[in-house]
Nanobody
């Protein structure tokens, strides 16, 4: 599975951005899709995740709950992250991740995901 993110950029605090992730390659197996981020000097952390087979099963980090929305388009093999009310603390490289293993159910740990995109930079200025 090859994942390509897009949509990052430099925005002011309070702005909105929409990140996209498109998958290609051997995409037959799909289980949990997620967005992670990594700020300079910090560990990679979960932002949001969603089950491929059930859009109602989602996970959000407490820091983004109510501001970010994860969604997907099954037909386009695309994953999205709508981000609003951005703050400088949201500045990070954002990564798309796929878990194709149906015996792995935990949505938050990065170890649950076996495919990763290259990342897209989001910078929020104050």
């Amino acid at each position: 599975v090859h994942l390509v993110e897009s949509g990052g950029g430099l925005v002011q605090a309070g702005s909105s951005l929409r990140l996209s992730c498109v998958a290609s390659g051997d995409t037959y197996s799909k289980h949990i899709l997620g967005w992670f981020r990594q700020a300079p000097g910090k560990e990679r952390e979960i932002v949001a995740a969603i089950w491929w087979d059930d859009d109602t099963i989602t996970y959000y980090a407490a820091s983004v709950q109510g501001r970010f929305t994860i969604s997907k388009d099954n037909a386009k093999l695309a994953l999205y992250l709508e981000m609003r009310d951005l703050t400088p603390e949201d500045t990070a490289v954002y990564y798309c991740a796929w878990n194709t293993r149906r015996n792995v159910f935990a949505m938050a740990p990065s170890s649950s995901y076996n495919y990763w995109g290259q990342g897209t930079q989001v910078t929020v200025s104050s």
